[in-house]
């Protein structure tokens, strides 16, 4: 299940979509299931979440999910009542107001825990950038502004200004551990965030994608990898000025270099006896063939991107110096420190590269 599919899913808060049926039934699990029917479980907030941090909803199934009557406070915990229930709200009282009994029915969630704390969590659209499409299209803006993801951004912690909502019922006076105890019924669903663990996947590629900033929405071959990474230098190169360092030549061998090793990971061709060896460090670090080449992608492509931002942020002060040399005069040129101070971070990243000083 896709993070769109997902984005689709509603229950507490609206309709789920034009095929309820299809979309809950996507889950192999008759325990996650119950949590999404008949409007009172978990929306689409909480899975998109999930999907960040790794787990293929899709995939993961009851014998991997233990239930429990006290939490491990560890992984995520779906804490939930396996029975009908009725609480007493513990607002505070005014002589206007006063609290009163609440229904609760079988498995509605309760909250949602990361190794033992209640999570909280806002939710934001982010902005499309040209290059967050798999084909790789210009996104254009609208007469409002520009075009924002339907994707939720799940961004969930500690309690704070922005993260004021949990997930699942969000009743005052339940949002702790020890509220949630006194809850008759109450169980926990345990689900490890282990690496290993045959539902994590998702966040191997995610943080791959990521890591690039490239967006993609598949990322499977070192063909869309070069594409996107090609398109992603041209739109720099075209903003390209007047460079005195002729900074871009290093940026472009450190480009091909990045491109070979991650063809060379990915399948793409058979790797040199030196790229092997850099593959090789990460061989067994995680669950699959398949992890190790993602995660080894993820810590070049992670280089890359910040050679690239390096190189996108010394363009910028090298335009702003020009002007200010145009207004005030070449011995007034205020940003060319700027530039000089990003050609140092450009170096220090290429050097990097070509050390094969990956962290992965």
Known sequence: MSLKELSKIKTRYGSIGTDKKLVVEAFK???????????RGLDSDFWSYGAKLGIQWDQITDQEIETNTKPKKKGIEIAYIDRKTTIKTRNRETRYSRNYDLGLDKFTTISVLKDGKPLWYTKSYKPLTPVMTATGRQVKGTRYGGRRSNIPDIDAGSRSYRKSKQFGLNQLGYQ?????????????????????????????????????????????????FKRINQQYFDELL???????????????QAAKYCNDLIEAALGGKKPTAKAQKIIDMVSGKSSSPEGDAYRFVSGVGDRLASLYNYYGYYLSALKKQQEEEKKYGKEMGFSRSDAEGYAKDINQQYNIIMKNQFRF
């Open 29 to 39: 699990s008759g325990k996650l299931r119950a949590l999404t029917n008949d409007w």
């Open 176 to 224: 702790s551990l020890k509220g949630m105890m006194d809850i008759p019924g109450i169980k926990f669903h345990h689900i490890s965030l282990d690496e290993d663990q045959p539902y994590m996947g998702a966040g191997v590629k995610r943080q791959m994608r990521q890591a690039a900033q490239f967006g993609a929405a598949k990322f499977t071959t070192d063909d869309e």
């Open 238 to 252: 075209r903003e390209k000025l007047n460079d005195p360092k002729n900074l871009d030549k290093k940026v472009k």
